[in-house]
């Protein structure tokens, strides 16, 4: 066997420059836009775990396992180290959603160095050498835009390499000037955006002397500005565009961590027992220091908000992942009785097999809010509808204008355990599925195609794949808002399990959805659902099967699209996913009361969960 040099990411000042026999981790480490650099090089690619589909779920029900246990861990240390006594419940409001999207990539890291190791001989790996504390985020914001890009995801390899002390392979740490070259290929805020923010901002200064000290609080409810002013007109209130702010930058301190986590003792398969000892290293050391060193500034910046002092009920959409200002907050009215309520900000919720961020906002709220759907065993749950749409917007559609294709993309590194396609080499599985589709469609079809990519690309180079497999394709880069692209189309086509699908039947816009049910698994209850749209010529298991259909009913698509039988599907399943109440608003209102004249006795009743 010959030995090979590991490579664990893309950044290419740690492969070996003599032509050595390369082993890459993954298919992350292979940029489309590098090709030119790696395609000559004697290479292998490590085989992904998670292409086994019943690994990852059965890794993500033994992964939920330790996040709890580390979960518990971590509150108690940082009750220590804080000298408070917060509930389990505060702490996971606050760090939940770092700590689970840190465990479940640390084992993903892991596991593949562990593969690598048992598919080839490894003579050796370049690792950068670091400062103690390069890489730590500064808090949730700042951690997520860190995941995605090489950089982080190199030094985290490293860590868990330096962890493992493999005595037969070569560690050589090199100093090298870093760059990360992914980018996350977000468009910058236009100047209209950054108006209306400033704007807002310098009306934010008078609320203080209109806002009552017990009001029900809104903050990013996914509602319209407008119908957002005129829910809360409804409850009696002064209507507030509440925002938030960045923290400050707080400094690293290797002193304050020099501890480790005990996790419980869990009854876990002996197999498990070295990722949890490095849960147990590594954990301390990656807490943002918002979390740890910044704990008192921004706990002291939260009680120096103008925000309600006894707010009668806290709601928001979108808040309660990277939001650490209003996190804490919140974490501190919740221990006072105040009923924390959040509502469903997207797709995938209710249906996909396994969802991190679905069962996380259920357990730290007192009712999460569904766009249509229940689940008998969740207490918690309300369906109120879909929130983005209770504006009643409608979109006048061209009825001769083109076929609209909506792409997906995810960092190349998997993040969480979504039922989706999960790092780059499933996610370029996605993207042959898009290019099947095409191939599939007649010539004439193929010209009436606008494709609308992502605004994020995270070095899969996606404007560059598709024109040169399809150099007359027509590309749209995805900053246009979808109602306006929306108008010019007269067939959406969904090929991804998120929001925009629950949109378009919602609009009653005519639709086909396509993808693989693979990487897109489904709860067992709601395939019923799917089989529906199935059988009325909406949703399809294959690329072949979707450009069939557009084919078929391109020149009547209101034929199809209004046919009893099509209507039927699409009502039905938009009643359970996609509801439109009559009077959303009313129903909103009503809801809101109920939840916040109940007593804070009973509301406490959750705190230690």
């Not at 003599?18 to 390369?22: L, R, V």
């Not at 870093?178 to 070259?181: I, K, L, P, V």
């Not at 498990?272 to 147990?280: E, G, I, P, Y």
């Given at each position: 066997m010959v030995a090979r040099v590991l490579v664990a990411t893309a950044l290419e000042n740690t492969w070996p420059k003599?032509?050595?026999?390369?082993l890459f981790l993954g298919e992350w480490c292979k940029l489309y836009d590098r090709n030119h650099v790696w395609q000559d090089l004697d290479y292998k690619v490590a085989p992904y775990h998670w292409d086994d589909r019943k690994k990852l779920h059965n890794d993500y029900k033994d992964l939920s396992v330790i996040y709890e246990s580390a979960m518990t861990a971590l509150a108690d240390k940082l009750n220590e180290v804080h000298g408070v006594n917060h509930s389990l419940r505060y702490w996971r409001i606050l760090i939940g959603p770092w700590l689970g999207y840190f465990i479940q990539m640390l084992f993903d890291r892991w596991y593949m160095l562990q593969r690598a190791l048992a598919v080839c001989e490894l003579d050796s790996v370049l690792v950068i050498k670091r400062e103690e504390g390069d890489g730590v985020p500064n808090d949730m914001a700042?951690?997520?835009?860190?995941?995605?890009?090489?950089?982080?995801?190199?030094?985290?390899?490293?860590?868990?390499?330096?962890?493992?002390?493999?005595?037969?392979m070569n560690v050589k740490k090199v100093s090298v000037c870093?760059?990360?070259?992914t980018g996350v290929g977000y468009e910058n805020k236009t100047v209209r955006t950054g108006f209306k923010e400033r704007l807002a901002r310098i009306v934010a200064r008078f609320y203080p002397i209109l806002t009552r000290p017990d009001e029900y609080f809104f903050i990013s409810s996914y509602l319209g500005i407008k119908q957002d002013f005129l829910l809360q007109i409804k409850l009696g209130q002064i209507p507030k565009l509440w925002l938030s702010s960045a923290l400050q930058q707080f400094s690293y301190s290797a002193a304050a961590r020099r501890w480790s986590l005990t996790l419980l003792n869990t009854g876990m398969a002996e197999e498990?027992?070295?990722?949890?000892?490095?849960?147990?290293s590594l954990v301390p050391k990656h807490?943002?220091?918002?979390?740890?060193?910044?704990y008192q500034a921004i706990e002291k910046m939260a009680n120096g908000l103008a925000w309600p002092r006894r707010p009668k009920l806290i709601f928001t959409a979108i808040c309660w992942n990277s939001d650490d200002l209003f996190k804490i907050w919140a974490a501190e009215k919740v221990e006072q009785g105040v009923p924390l309520v959040l509502g469903q900000h997207g797709g995938n919720y209710g249906v996909a097999l396994q969802n991190f961020n679905e069962e996380l906002q259920i357990s730290i709220s007192d009712r999460f809010l569904t766009w249509g759907w229940k689940d008998s065993a969740q207490k918690k749950l309300k369906s109120i509808g879909i929130l983005k749409l209770f504006d009643d917007r409608k979109i006048q559609r061209d009825k001769n204008g083109k076929a609209l294709l909506v792409e997906f993309t995810m960092p190349r590194y998997s993040y969480q355990m979504f039922s989706l396609p999960v790092a780059a080499g499933q996610w370029e599985e996605y993207f042959e599925d898009q290019c099947r589709f095409v191939n599939a469609l007649p010539e004439e079809l193929y010209r009436e195609l606008l494709v609308r990519l992502p605004m994020a690309d995270y070095g899969y180079s996606q404007s560059l794949r598709w024109c040169s497999r399809f150099p007359d394709i027509e590309l749209d880069a995805g900053a246009r808002p979808m109602s306006e692209l929306l108008k010019h189309a007269r067939l959406y086509i969904s090929t991804y399990n998120a929001t925009t699908y629950l949109e378009s039947l919602s609009l009653n816009f005519p639709t086909l959805i396509f993808w693989n049910p693979g990487h897109w698994e489904l709860r067992e209850e709601v395939q019923p659902y799917f089989e529906l749209l199935k059988a009325a010529g909406i949703f399809h298991e294959t690329p072949e099967s979707a450009a069939r259909k557009m084919t078929e009913v391109w020149d009547d698509v209101d034929g199809w699209w209004?046919?009893?039988?099509?209507?039927?599907?699409?009502?039905?399943?938009c009643e359970r996913f996609a509801h439109i109440p009559a009077?959303?608003?009313?129903?909103?209102?009503?809801?809101?009361?109920?939840l916040g004249s109940n007593s804070s006795s009973k509301v406490g009743q959750s705190a230690t969960h």
């Open positions: 003599d032509g050595t026999p390369i700042d951690f997520t835009s860190m995941f995605v890009e090489d950089d982080w995801n190199e030094m985290i390899c490293g860590q868990i390499l330096n962890f493992m002390s493999i005595p037969e870093r760059n990360t070259r498990w027992t070295d990722f949890r000892a490095l849960v147990s807490v943002p220091t918002a979390y740890l060193e910044g209004y046919d009893l039988k099509t209507q039927k599907a699409r009502e039905v399943f009077k959303p608003l009313d129903s909103m209102a009503s809801l809101v009361r109920e």
